[in-house]
């Protein structure tokens, strides 16, 4: 597991005490399932119940001797209850418990992490309605495009991590199923009425067939969702990354007091937190493969996979509710610098107007040709250096021939692109 980056919650949920309680409760429940079709006593089944205990140190150190830990995870639960063990695992092989327990586990940390992430949206929500009209440039390739504002930023972050809620509440249904069906999944040796009992109890559904183990494409599902809404925040991440570079600085993540930047440079304010976040998205993808290479096992099962799912598992879950909860933390404490906005939004002395520019004159009758080679000759003028976009188009007689002066300022005001600003926020429901 991720250690340091382990969140309390999640982790508890992926502790070997935690998973061996689990797979301690599907026996306890197989034993009733049992019991009500009269195979084993209801006062052993009391008993049991009531005896049962587990060590997990006890339960390493016979694992450390069986080589095979559902055989010392039963040996030392017999060794509390006495000898109403002869009842327990009845009909079942490892992996009806071992599948079983871990649906539960997965559809658990599933449930956190919908919690965790609605909380970091209706985080970026607040900020989206707050910041609704601050202007700021937008860029593509990393150059300044035309002006948007930091809201429409977040309102598209907010958007995305709905569709990553729904896909990981998708998800959820692919893996919250569990199998007690036996060492091939033909129920040779038990009823399925054990299987709908004992998943009933435990809120999942049972896999409508299974071999051995439950297929294994549902996991992959899960773990390609977990990578994708970790991309998300990735690109959440990767804009504060490059609205801190000095050159830019529209915003900044948290810097606490007594944070150090650099071991050499004691100025360095970094962005070490979203870069965190970046580098941790490219292990869920890794996760995501491993997953997939998982979904192919020989026949009706072989133990390649087991070894697999017990890191990515428990790492892909605790990495991405890390991810969610720096993530909430990065933006509740981000600091927003709309004058420095403002300025970068002059940098190009008002070229970022030059599609209004080129509408304009195409308005009038030019060609779409025509009017770019005009606008394009100006610009390139102004990116020279040879003068303001403005003054220089007020000077070409080639545009005072079709825009007078006060159509050619029409074209550079900034209510052009905020007027539908509501009508994007509306249709969030924002």
Not at 166 to 175: C, P
Not at 215 to 230: H, K, M, Q, S, T
Not at 260 to 278: D, I
Not at 402 to 423: I, M, P, S, Y
Request: aromatic share 6%; net charge positive; charged share 25%.
């Amino acid at each position: 597991m991720i250690s340091r980056y382990t969140p309390p919650r999640m982790g508890r949920i992926w502790t070997q005490e935690a998973r061996f309680q689990k797979m301690l409760e599907v026996e306890l429940l197989a034993c009733e399932a049992l019991s009500k079709q009269g195979q084993i006593p209801r006062a052993a089944v009391a008993r049991i119940r009531r005896r049962a205990r587990l060590d997990v140190a006890r339960i390493d150190r016979r694992e450390q001797k069986t080589r095979h830990d559902v055989v010392a995870f039963l040996g030392e639960l017999a060794s509390h209850v006495g000898p109403d063990a002869q009842y327990l695992h009845l009909g079942l092989t490892s992996s009806d418990v071992l599948d079983t327990a871990t649906a539960v586990q997965l559809k658990e940390a599933s449930e956190l992490l919908r919690d965790d992430l609605e909380g970091l949206r209706q985080l970026v929500r607040r900020q989206a309605r707050k910041h609704r009209l601050t202007i700021c440039i937008g860029r593509t390739h990393g150059v300044h495009a035309e002006p948007t504002t930091w809201g429409l930023k977040l309102a598209y972050h907010y958007a995305e991590l709905g569709r990553g809620l729904q896909m990981l509440r998708d998800a959820q249904n692919w893996v919250a199923v569990g199998k007690i069906s036996g060492a091939v999944g033909t129920y040779a040796h038990l009823d399925p009425f054990v299987e709908r009992y004992i998943c009933r109890k435990l809120g999942i559904v049972p896999a409508p067939i299974s071999t051995q183990v439950v297929p294994r494409d549902g996991y992959a599902v899960l773990l390609c969702r977990l990578a994708i809404v970790g991309g998300m925040l990735e690109r959440m991440a990767t804009e504060i990354r490059h609205l801190q570079r000095t050159e830019v600085l529209e915003a900044e993540e948290p810097f606490e007091e007594g944070q150090t930047g650099s071991s050499a440079m004691p100025h360095k304010r970094n962005p070490v937190s979203a870069e965190r976040v970046s580098g941790l998205a490219r292990l869920l993808r890794g996760y995501a493969v491993a997953g997939l290479e998982n979904i192919a096992l020989w026949h009706e099962r072989d133990i390649s996979h087991s070894s697999v799912e017990r890191v990515i598992l428990p790492d892909a879950a605790c990495a991405l509710d890390y991810m969610v909860l720096e993530m909430t933390r990065i933006l509740r404490g981000l600091k927003i610098y709309p004058e420095r906005m403002k300025r970068n939004l002059e940098l190009t002395r008002g070229l970022i107007f030059s599609e209004s520019v080129l509408l304009s004159l195409m308005r009038k009758g030019l060609t779409r040709p025509q009017a770019y080679e005009i606008v394009q000759r100006n610009a390139m003028s102004a990116w020279a250096g040879k003068g303001d976009f403005f003054h220089l188009l007020s000077q070409d007689p080639q545009v005072r021939r079709f825009l007078n002066l006060q159509e050619l300022k029409a074209c550079f005001d900034l209510r052009r692109h905020l007027r539908h600003v509501g009508t994007i926020f509306k249709r969030l429901g924002l």
